[in-house]
Structure formats: C-alpha cells, structure tokens
C-alpha cells in the first residue's frame, strides 16, 4: 500500500499518534483541512507522510507554497487533492505547484472527457503514469466560453460536484439517487394553537424510478416568542438583519430601511413545496425567495 489516507476526521489528528506507533505504512491526511491548527501538528510531529491538502479550501496557491515549504523542513511530501470534481483549472494549479517545490510526492489525478478539454484548452496531459504542462503563459490552461455554451448545466444528478439547482440551492435526495420522481402522495398541515404556537407538519412519500420509495417527514412547533428571533449579516454595503416576520437593511447610522413580511415564511415554504407537487416536479426541498435590498 502506498498510504491510506485520511484515517480520521480533521477534527480526530491526534489519533495519527497511535498510528504511527502501530503501523510502518506511509500515512497521508489533509483532504479536508482548512486552516492550519489542523495540519502543522501532523507535520511538525512527524505523525505523517504525505500532506494531501485540496489548495483552494486552504487559503489558494500562495498558502499551499507555504504548506509545502513547513512540510519539506519536516520531511512531509505533497500529495495534493485532486479528483474528478475539481476542475482542468484546478489540477493545473496543482501541477505547476508540484514543479517548483522540492519535496513533491505524488499527485492525484483525473483523465478528462473529451468535451471538458474542449472547453479547457491547455488541459494537463496524461501519459505513461505522467502528468505534463505546456509552454503556455501562466498556468498554461484557458476557458472557451464559446465551446462551454454547447455543453449547458443539466441540473443535479448528472455528475459529481453538480448537487446545485441553478437558484443555488441543493436537491440532496434527487441528487443522490439520479433523478426525479415519477408521483408524490402524503399529507400537511397547519394547526395554530390558542395561545398563538404553530404546529406545521408534512408527510410525503415519492415514488422513483425502479421501484424505489422515499419517504419525508417533518414537523416544527414555533412559540411565538421564537417567531422574533433575528440573524444579522455584515457586508461592505452595512447590515441585513433577517427575521421570520421583516428584514432591514442598515446602510448607515441614519439610512435604515425595513419591510415586514406579509406572512409567516413558513407558510411560503409549504406552499411552494406543494405546489411543485400539483405541477409534477416535486422535490425533497422548498425554496423559498425573498427580496433583498
């Protein structure tokens, strides 16, 4: 074996202390990390081979350099992250880094379609168990925007890394069994108590392809009291305070700007998620959309 790797959780490393008292095969870890209180005890004690960082999760280009010069004082080598979800662009970055640093390993690598190659002119090539750059400017690799409108995004589904709706958001059961469902059948509701909770509650069971069920049960009981709870998000252009019930935007001390909700957002949720299913496209998600200043 070359190595395992990741053995544990980013959150586990103190783990790769026992391993490596327990085993003499080379250890590889650091496909999730994102800041370096992770990495640097696995490299400064010694506790692992390889450093197998995914460069853009950990800071780009110049801190992967940065990781890899720690790691070469160590004795560490790189064994960057690189499968078949991260880009052309992406495993160009992580081969001209693996050209200019001393203590490279190994590389992980992706064969490409034809199309993507197509639309990524200067795509690394592979032969022979070898990675190869070209002579071209920079990192060598460009993008044929022409070449991409013939190729459109077709939705979750159809390959990894495409989990996305084009709103942003993510349709995880469609996703992961491949496609849509062909009927929806259940029952929701919403019951408002005297004192002013509301009980909301949906159980729905879709039918997919091939004989396969899923079945979505939710429920949530909201006091009045937590119907006022606000979040705030902070940004160049000033704040945006979100509620159940109004957002307002503080652009300046004296320029604030506030609109209420018509209704509960919870309502525009279910309604959303059963109308999907009266025009036949339900989903195991309900978007819902609010205006932002």
């Not at 490596?20 to 870890?29: D, I």
């Not at 640097?40 to 995914?54: E, M, Q, S």
């Not at 062909?182 to 159980?203: C, L, M, P, Q």
Request: proline share 6%; glycine share 10%.
């Amino acid at each position: 074996m070359f190595f395992p790797e990741d053995a544990t959780a980013p959150k586990d490393v103190a783990w790769f202390q026992i391993l490596r008292q327990q085993s003499s095969t080379p250890l590889a870890m650091g496909e999730l990390f994102v800041n370096r209180g992770e990495w640097l005890p696995l490299v400064a004690n010694r506790w692992i081979d390889f450093i197998r960082c995914h460069i853009s999760a950990i800071g780009g280009l110049t801190q992967a350099r940065n990781v890899a010069a720690t790691c070469e004082m160590f004795g560490v080598r790189t064994a960057w992250h690189g499968p078949g979800n991260v880009s052309p662009v992406g495993h160009a970055v992580n081969l001209h880094l693996d050209l200019t640093i001393p203590n490279f390993g190994i590389q992980e690598e992706n064969k490409f379609s034809d199309a993507l190659r197509e639309v990524f002119p200067g795509t690394p090539e592979i032969s022979g168990g070898y990675l190869y750059a070209n002579d071209n400017p920079g990192l060598g690799i460009d993008i044929d925007e022409k070449a991409a409108a013939r190729y459109p995004y077709k939705g979750p589904g159809d390959s990894w890394g495409n989990g996305r709706r084009l709103d942003g958001s993510i349709d995880v059961l469609n996703w992961f069994l491949g496609g849509h469902p062909n009927t929806a059948y259940g029952t929701g509701g919403r019951t408002v108590e005297k004192r002013g909770d509301i009980s909301d509650h949906v159980d729905v069971t879709f039918m997919y392809p091939g004989g396969v069920q899923a079945v979505l049960t939710g429920a949530q009981l909201t006091a009045p009291l937590y119907r006022s709870v606000s979040e705030q998000f902070f940004c160049a252009n000033g704040t945006i305070e979100t509620a159940r019930e109004y957002w307002t935007h503080y652009r300046s001390r004296n320029d604030t700007v506030t609109e209420k909700s018509p209704r509960e957002i919870t309502i525009d949720a279910l309604e959303n998620f059963i109308g999907n299913i009266k025009n036949g496209t339900p989903e195991n998600v309900a978007s819902v959309r609010r205006r932002v200043p």
